[in-house]
Structure formats: C-alpha cells, structure tokens
C-alpha cells in the first residue's frame, strides 16, 4: 500500500512537469549554486530522518523538478541526449523493480529475449546476418553478427578498440601491449576515442589524425600518404575509426570509400555512429550511411535519436567472434562460468561491464509503442528542422553557419556584434529560455543547436534570434 500512495504521488508530479514544461514561468534551465540546492533539497534531513513519503514526498519533488533541466522544452538544443519518450520510462521503471540482470540468461530471461532481439533488429538495419537463435549451442563455428548493449557509447568505442587491438595483437591479454600500435582518427572525433586510446595504454602519441575537409568529413585519398607514414615510423595501426556523424557539426564521413582503403589495407574499421546511426531507419537520410556495413564494427547510441533515456547504447559487430574472444574471461569467475543447461545466451563476456540493468526494456517500449515507422518520421523531422533552421539563419545578414547540416545539428555565429559565442551563450543561459552549447570548429567557436526535443519548432529558433538580437542592443 505504501509503494502504491508513493507510485501515484510520482505519478502526479511528473504529469505536472510534463503539463508545465512550455508553460512562460518555466525555464528550460534553472540554476542555482551547488551548496544552496543541497540545502534547499534538505537532503541531510531527509537522509537522517527517513520517511520520504506523504506530503514530505510531494514536497520534495516540488523543490526537486523545479531545478531539473527540461529536456521536453522547445527551447532545449543543448547536448546529445534524448527527450525521452514516455514509454522509455515504463521500460525502465519495470527493470528498476524487477531489477533482472540481462548479463546472464539465467538472471533475466525476458531481458535478455529482448535485447537480443533488439540487437539483431540492429544488425538487419545495418545489413550484417543476425544471430540466429536456434543454433546458440553452435555459435563458435558460425559466422554472423552480433552485439551487446551498454551503458553508453564511450563504453561501446573502448570496447570495439579493444577487439581491434585483440585481433592485431594476440597475445596482449598475456604479453600486454607491444610497441608501436595505433589508431587513426579523424580530427573531429569523440573525445571518447582518444580517452581510450589513453586507457588501452597505447597513449595520445600514438593516435593519428587524418585529413578533413572544410565540413570535417575525412578525405578518402589522404589515407594512403598518412598510413605510409605510420608503418615507415615502425607503428601498427590497429584501427581506423569514421564517423557518422561528428559532434561538432553532425557531418558524415564517406564511409563507401573509407572501407575502399581499409579493405586493401587490412585494417580494422570502426565506425562511432553513436549519433548518426539512427539515420538508418530513414529513407530520406540512409544513405548517408552508404557502406556502413563494410565496417567491422559499429556504435549506435539509442538514448540520442531513439528517444530512449541515458544511457543505452548497442556495439555493433559483422562477425560476432571478434566480440566473443576480444577479452579472454579470468578463471576466477567459476561462480558465473560453468558447464550448465544453456536454453539461452550469456553475454557477460561481451563486455567490460558485468552487472547492468535491462537496457532493452528501455528501447523495445519506445519501438513498441510508436513502432520503427514512427521513429522514421522522428528522425527526419529533427534532420529537416535542422536543415530549415540552417536556411533561415542563412538568409539573416548578421547571422552565418559554417557547414549545412548533414543530421539535426546545427552551428551558427552571431555577427552582428564583436563578442564571442560563450559570452552569448552564457547570457541565453541566465535567461533561461533556451538550453544550447558552444563548439570549436576549425578554429573557431560556435553557437550548436541540437535538435532533440519533439516540441521545438522553427518559430523557437526564430525567438532565439530575437533574444539574441537584444543581448546585443544592450551591450
């Protein structure tokens, strides 16, 4: 009885948040210093006392969703993480309260039935052969794809590193690294990658930038002049990493001709479409993603454009093998690997995390409930509010963009006065009507507007571009 009074004061509040979120006393942002919330939050009182329930509950999550970000707002186009869809949230409330393990078959039978399934849907998408599920007990003599679920993309690109720098040094998990190995990157590449290279203990030295062009996208015929260059230095490259699409400006590499070069090569490619992978289920923008599945492996974040919240994120492979043997299990983990009846499949090995709740429940509810069509049509609304956006402020003499966008981002510049973009940016902030940040591209920062909430229309953009215009009359 106590669950059910606290479920539906829950329930009331975030339908008044979701009521309230456009409404004009609301800001998409409200922030006040970290030490003053703690207080006003009464967190010590409540951590000593207990009881959150009742009034005290309703109280708190008054005070507590008041100082939230509101990511449904139409004036949020801040970072790349999902409005998340209502359905999501069930997804997970039932995970938290089951709290089932997908990890292991046995720990979560129905959870893990969905992300495989999920997984494979994933894998069809992006044109590699599914694991076929009556045939798990054969699975190392097989070729096909597969894939984990994580708990985000920085996870998934370490992992697919690692399974490059397996296959190109095998005896690593023994000997450790050897000398010289590397990794190509595009120079606007997820911090991520490089973070990993660091944590793979082959270091920032060795990772190697390849040439772009004005948009950011990799030149195909730079490759061959820079991986000469490498092997003439004595470096292993175990890896090439595309993009699709970059974070800066959301443009996507040429994948098509990448694969061209890393095909002769022999060289691992490894695309990071934490973002720009859900172009795949659109008609209009698939192709963006033309020879995708040439790749050996690939991230797909659904806590971006799926509408999932953070974080869920798939790790993508052609051959499941490289997955399966890309990190040997200890032997002290008898307790969890032993011979048993296996009706199901254990994907424990698979990644570096052991625990981690059902991200699948997460994803599936969305799909199931507005199913891949209506995430279709999602995605190509917030590509064509982008592209719209871009062509409006184009039009504007004291406005410009750098690049056209490729997905739903957008980076523009106010040039109808001398200050620089944090300064706007941090005025818009204090405002609270609109949630943005700023990036450096080719040397210079921008205003970047991503657009993830269903609710933001082209008339929003036209309303920042009159507040901004009034931050500047009265500098």
Known sequence: MRFITSFEIVRQALKDFTNEIDLPSNKVINQIPLDQLIQKLDLSSCIKKGGLEGQGLKDFLSTFLSYQTRLHHSGYLGHQCA????????GGFVNNFTNNVPSIYEMGPSSVALEVFLVNWMLEKVGWKPTPLTALSRMAEETFGGGVLVNGGSIANLTALIMARTLAAQEVWQEGNPDGLSILLPSESHYSLTKAAGILGIGKKA???????????VIP??????FKKIQEMGHLPIALVANACNTPVGIYDPLDEIADFCQEQKLWLHIDGAHGASALLSKTHQHKLKG???ADSLVWDAHKLLQVPSLCAALLVKN????DQAMPVGDNA??????????GLDTLHRTIETTKPGLGERLFFVLGSIGQDGMADFIDRQYQLALDAYHYLQSLADFECPVEPESNILCFQYTGAVFDSLFLRKKLLDAGEFYLT???FKGTRYLR??????????????????????IAAKI
């Not at 015929?221 to 820079?226: A, G, K, N």
């Not at 499941?320 to 997955?323: D, E, F, G, V």
């Open 83 to 90: 409005a998340p869809h209502y359905a999501a949230a069930l």
């Open 207 to 217: 990772i190697h930038f390849v040439d772009v062009d004005g948009r950011g996208a």
């Open 221 to 226: 015929d730079s490759l061959p002049s820079i």
């Open 292 to 294: 995708v599945e040439r």
């Open 320 to 323: 499941h093998k490289h997955l």
């Open 334 to 343: 008898s307790y969890l690997f032993h011979d048993k009846e296996q009706p």
């Open 438 to 440: 700023t990036t450096l």
């Open 449 to 470: 507007l991503v657009f993830m909430s269903p609710n933001t229309e082209l008339k929003h953009i036209e309303h920042l571009v009159s507040s901004i215009r009034e």
